[in-house]
């Protein structure tokens, strides 16, 4: 029996084509008939009815627009859920499980879970219940325009215009453009996640354990690979109640040559834990190589966050004077 998947006909958001596209992604739901209605006729013949309907119970019904709805993702999130959080409360573990062929028990789907609904799912739950990020004042005083280019507005753009005169038909070809468009920008998000940042942990794991190796002080962390490193290095000192201990992390870089970052205080800060030395900044080459008594350098910004050098032991001793 071919399943059924409805949502309203009509105009769409973000959220419900997310929704849709999500859901199908497990093979009970892959080949299952989409229906968009608005008949209450309709959603009694449907296997899941999904934003539309004004209930949810979290079985059949997946709606967020009745009066008394206030469903949040858990205890720990003040976000009101929209469809696309509805369905990610209630499916995301299994769309995970199924998408990484990972099991169900891994502590990763756990991780991944919650990851990506505080950094993805979360915006989209915000913006279709009409929540702001930012304050008025903080709003007024933007240095411009960027409502334009967010996915939830690309989206409302995908609508037909109301000077065609559109058909049911109309709006149901534009919708699938929409839960392609937001299908795909998950898809891509979890494998990113899954298949890129995830594994990096493991090499991080190996720098942090084999820190003193590299130098007494143990706040120089080499990876013998580059990979996204900066939340599981704060994740795996915090694991080992190390926290702000690392202060300089070095890798290879996509030419063979060799990289020296500062740690930043958050993953998303400019400010650092310990930078390059203030004289070496903004210094290149023979130059810096005389300057710091290190052969091979290459360049330090001129901010002090990052530097580059010919090979592993410059980058190592470059390192160690900044400490």
């Excluded at 490193?229 to 994740?235: F, T």
């Excluded at 930043?264 to 710091?292: C, H, I, M, N, Y």
């Amino acid at each position: 029996m071919v399943l059924k998947v409805c949502t309203h006909s009509g105009s769409f958001h973000a959220d419900e084509s997310l929704a849709v596209y999500m859901l199908r992604l497990l093979p009970k739901y892959a080949d299952s008939e989409l229906i968009r209605s608005r008949k209450p006729e309709d959603w009694e013949a449907s296997d899941i009815v999904i934003d539309v309907g004004g209930k949810y119970d979290g079985v059949k019904f997946f709606d967020h627009h009745q009066r008394e709805f206030s469903e949040t993702f858990s205890e720990k999130f003040k976000t009101k859920l929209s469809s696309a959080g509805l369905i990610y409360k209630h499916f995301g573990k299994e769309i995970i499980s199924h998408h990484l062929d990972l099991s169900i028990q891994d502590a990763n789907v756990e991780l991944l879970y919650l990851k990506i609904y505080k950094e993805f799912i979360e915006a989209l739950d915000a913006n279709d219940n009409g929540i702001d990020n930012y304050s008025k004042e903080a709003e007024a005083s933007k240095k411009f325009n960027d409502k334009n280019i967010t996915l939830p507005s690309i989206v409302s753009k995908l609508n037909p215009s109301w000077l065609v005169d559109p058909t049911d038909a109309d709006y149901d070809a534009a919708f699938t453009t929409s839960s392609q468009l937001m299908g795909t920008v998950f898809v891509n998000l979890l494998d990113g996640y899954g298949k890129s940042w995830l594994p990096a942990k493991n090499f991080v794991s190996q720098g942090f354990e084999s820190r003193f190796d590299v130098d007494k002080s143990g706040k120089i962390l080499v990876l013998e690979k580059f990979c996204p490193w900066k939340e599981h290095l704060y994740s795996i000192e915090k694991e080992n109640g190390k926290e702000g201990e690392i202060e300089f992390v070095l890798f290879q870089d996509s030419s063979s040559k060799w990289r020296i970052s500062t740690v930043p205080v958050t993953s998303t800060s400019f400010d650092f834990r310990k930078g390059l030395l203030e004289p070496w900044r903004g210094v290149r080459d023979q130059a810096l190589s005389d300057l710091t008594g290190v052969p091979g350098c290459i360049f330090v910004h001129a901010a002090g966050f990052i530097g580059g050098a010919e090979t592993k032991e410059a980058v190592i001793e470059l390192a160690r004077k900044s400490l």
